[in-house]
């Protein structure tokens, strides 16, 4: 593939994936993830490569969410990969770590979230914007923050799309690491020294460990598939997109009702 919204570098055992998409802040696309995928495969097939690691170009953005110009119902805006590249980063079997500088939205959150080590700059910001820009992001992507940053906080985070500092992402647990500006560059370097030194079929353990904590939700459809298939081409989500676009007021009176959703209780709850 001829990568056109990422950069791709391999030296010294890292594996480098730049977005290069700095006129959108770094948004992403289809053919962003696509190409991510590719890239996450080779280096994770490449016995030379002990450790990934994703950034953003330019100086404002690590990446700012799903592009929110695209049409979301077509492959332009969710890629033609059979493979997700969120899963990748779990369970590739080499550490994955996000170089984040600047705004870490939506998506972008998402993204550094999922990575084994977050490192962020201190004029880094983060935070989740789906309820309101209506982007029916559910299931076990969103329900993995909790185990970054507990219930509570992870509720918050999605629930009230905020915006967070990077200390404030630090204190939450969301982030490792945070320094300049100028010393992110060093930083992630003495993160990807520590991992060499290490072994890698143990690492490799470690990561399976960690991930086998959460397998039974990830094996869970997301309640938008389940309960709500059709919400992306809704008048809501296009009034919501379109109001995030042109910067104006929603439209309230294009809000769906509640889903009327019967849960079934379980065995054990002794009923």
Not at 76 to 93: A, C, K, M, Q, V
Not at 106 to 118: E, H, K, Q, R, V
Not at 233 to 249: D, G, H, K, T
Request: net charge negative; glycine share 8%.
């Amino acid at each position: 593939m001829n990568f056109t919204d990422i950069l791709y570098d391999k030296r010294d055992g890292v594996a480098r994936i730049t977005i290069n998409r700095p006129e959108v802040y770094n948004a992403i696309r289809g053919r962003t993830t696509d190409e991510m995928v590719v890239a996450l495969e080779d280096g994770a097939a490449d016995e030379t490569i002990r450790v990934l690691v994703i950034a953003g170009s330019g100086p404002n953005a690590f990446c700012s969410g799903r592009d929110q110009a695209e049409d979301r119902s077509s492959p332009e805006y969710s890629g033609t990969s059979e493979n997700s590249f969120t899963d990748l980063i779990r369970h590739i079997p080499k550490p994955v770590i996000a170089m984040v500088d600047g705004f870490a939205i939506g998506s972008g959150n998402i993204l550094a979230y999922t990575c084994d080590f977050t490192v962020a700059s201190t004029r880094s910001t983060f935070g989740q914007t789906g309820p309101r820009v209506g982007s029916p992001a559910s299931g076990f992507g969103v329900g993995y923050l909790a185990h970054h940053v507990g219930q509570k906080r992870a509720r918050e985070i999605w629930m009230l799309t905020q915006q967070y500092t990077a200390q404030q992402a630090y204190d939450f647990g969301l982030v490792n690491s945070v320094v300049p500006h100028e010393k992110l560059e060093a930083e992630v370097e003495r993160y990807c020294a520590l991992i060499k030194n290490n072994s890698p079929v143990i690492l490799q353990l470690q990561k399976i460990t960690f991930n086998e904590m959460s397998e039974y939700a990830e094996s869970i459809p997301s309640p938008t598939a389940r309960y709500a298939p059709d919400y992306i081409v809704s008048e809501e989500a296009e009034e919501r997109r379109l109001s995030f676009i042109e910067r104006r007021p929603i439209d309230a009176s294009k809000n769906l009702p509640l889903l009327d959703i019967k849960r079934e209780k379980s065995a054990s709850s002794g009923h």
